[in-house]
């Protein structure tokens, strides 16, 4: 069965905040200049926000920028930050730092406290309102070149595929979008982004881009305990010292509380397990309290970058544009990305509507020009430095980084990364951490946190989670590493199985409760383990995350 094949002047992967904000961006400019356009966004999420997952705190300067009239237009904004505390926790108690001895960038006066899914899902709204289509439930598997090398649009993933690799009696061969220019806004991690960086060699003159992981649960809480609009960040128990990491408590609206802990991926200790540290976090005399007498209505993972200026790729390649979390322009010490991912996609609309208006083909150079003219890298350049700091512990981290943000960035130095996954030590030379058992009502199991993140996958269809040499896992990473594998991994997808009298290890891969967060992808000491998109509409369904 051959490929159809639709035509538009834009193919937009991905319906996350960049990807949405280009998409209604392109069509206002459309509006406003007379000049029509066709706009495509592709969301391999069964619908749009289903696997959008962040704290989060948005600070609005770019959503501004882009819907002025945003809350008056119904916007799920209800929560203004009415307050906000940074924390710094012992293993038996902690503090509250003085407001005045926190950066600008630790305050959030005029932030809101959402949901980002449903904020997704009303930009939606807006674009389709707008002539934008859009299409969930089909994700956007290969990059489609014209015989000249230039990017000419993605093609779906085939659908009924089993897990044998051959085709089912429900076998669709996937679909080729082609388009004038082709957005990439996959979100941290993506695989096509990656397969774009090595055919264009985008990384060539960035820094390696460094990742943390971000897990979080979505709580009902007792109304008593409740402050609508309340923000509570913080850093210290359980990590220790030489582990970059903190927690954060956002207080919704209708009694909701967000909760979400987050780990660098260069952590060291193969005996570490990011899942486990937010667990016992939640145990602790602080922070406990809140939880008692309320319930746990959703969980969810996903990476985040942290790389900051230094590790942003060349943001264009003939025939498109890199976009949002695909480039990495999360602002570490505020823990915030939206506003600079909607910025990114809005920048990346302006170049390629003049393009197209004139006619153009060529390489939307005034993309990562108009980048550099604007906020968003000034904002990036002055906290360039906040989180390679940290690479030298947390003292001297905080110490420093506070004095880059007193400073905004004057610095003469530009401090470099390196990649996460060749930062662990190996297991001989590491203490195994021993985590507590889940209580079941303040702490949970990652089977149960799964199930509360509605994630499906087809099961009959081929391993989205590809080894490229199935040796490693027991032959290197098990000797080595104690295959870490089975404790990075949020949602126990990988597990180490032996036989009864403990001999015979096996690697299993239960790719069916993958949240998609990308960890493995990064972390993996030897990249070994590739993710790939699987059948569209497979994976987490947030409902308000």
């Given amino acids: 069965m051959e490929r159809e094949s639709m035509e538009y002047d834009v193919v937009i992967v991905g319906a996350g905040p960049s990807g949405l904000s ?24 069964s619908e749009v926000g289903a696997h959008i997952l962040s704290g989060a705190v948005l600070e609005p300067r770019a959503l501004n920028e882009l819907l002025p009239n945003a809350a008056e237009m119904g916007a799920p904004l209800h929560a203004p930050v009415t307050r906000d505390e940074f924390w710094m926790l012992s293993e038996t108690g902690g503090r509250k730092m003085p407001s005045w001895m926190l950066p600008p960038e630790s305050h959030n006066h005029g932030n809101i406290v959402i949901s980002l899914g449903n904020l997704c899902r009303w930009l939606a709204e807006q674009a389709e309102a707008l002539g934008v289509e859009i299409y969930p439930g089909f994700a956007a598997a290969e990059v489609l070149y014209h015989e000249d090398g230039r990017v000419k649009g993605v093609a779906t993933g085939d659908m009924g595929v089993g897990s044998d690799g051959e085709q089912t009696d429900n076998y669709q061969p996937g679909m080729e979008l082609h388009a004038t220019y082709t957005f990439v806004a996959e979100g941290v991690r993506g695989s096509l982004a990656k397969m774009l960086f090595e055919r264009f060699d985008l990384r060539a003159e960035c820094d390696p881009q460094t990742f943390g992981i971000g897990l979080k649960e979505l709580w009902e809480i007792d109304p008593a305990k409740h402050e609508k609009g309340l923000v509570l960040h913080g850093v210290g128990w359980p990590l220790d010292g030489e582990t970059y990491g903190g927690f954060f408590l956002y207080h919704l609206e209708d009694n909701q509380v967000s909760v979400g802990f987050v780990v660098a991926l260069d952590y060291k200790n193969p005996y570490l397990a990011p899942f486990e540290e937010f667990q016992r976090f939640k145990t602790h005399p602080k922070i406990r309290p809140f939880f ?6 959703a969980y969810g993972a996903r990476a985040i970058n942290e790389g900051g200026l230094q590790s942003i790729p060349k943001l264009t390649f003939p025939g498109g544009a890199i976009i949002g979390c695909s480039a990495g322009f999360l602002n570490v010490p505020k823990i915030k990305g939206i506003h600079g991912a ?6 990346a609309a302006e170049a390629a509507f003049a393009a197209l208006k004139e006619g153009r083909t060529d390489e939307l150079t005034a993309y990562p020009e108009a980048f550099r003219q604007s906020w968003l890298h000034k904002e990036l350049k002055t906290i360039r430095n906040v989180r390679p700091w940290f690479k030298r512990g947390r003292w001297v981290g905080m110490a420093m980084a506070g004095l880059e943000m007193m400073l905004r960035g004057r610095t003469p130095w530009t401090l470099r990364h390196h990649t996460d996954h060749d930062s662990l030590r190996k297991a001989s030379d ?3 951490i021993d985590y507590p058992k889940p209580d079941g009502v303040i702490t949970f199991d990652r089977l149960s946190s799964v199930y509360l993140s509605n994630t499906s996958h087809e099961e009959n269809q081929p391993v989205h989670l590809r080894l490229k040499d199935a040796s490693v896992p027991i032959a290197h990473n098990l000797v080595e590493f104690d295959e870490p594998a089975q404790r990075y991994c949020p949602a126990g997808v990988y597990e180490v199985v032996r036989d009864e009298d403990g001999s015979n290890p096996r690697f299993v891969i239960n790719a069916q409760n993958c949240v998609h967060c990308k960890t493995c992808d990064i972390k993996d000491p030897t990249q070994n383990i590739v993710w790939t998109v699987p059948e569209g509409g497979g994976g987490p369904n ?4």
């Fill in 542 to 545: 947030y409902p308000n995350m």
């Fill in 292 to 297: 008692e007498g309320g319930r746990r209505i």
């Fill in 22 to 45: 280009a998409a209604i961006r392109l069509k206002q400019l459309a509006a406003e200049q007379e000049h029509e356009i066709s706009v495509c966004v592709l969301e391999k999420g």
């Fill in 342 to 347: 909607m910025k990114s996609g809005m920048l």
């Fill in 430 to 432: 590491s203490k195994p």
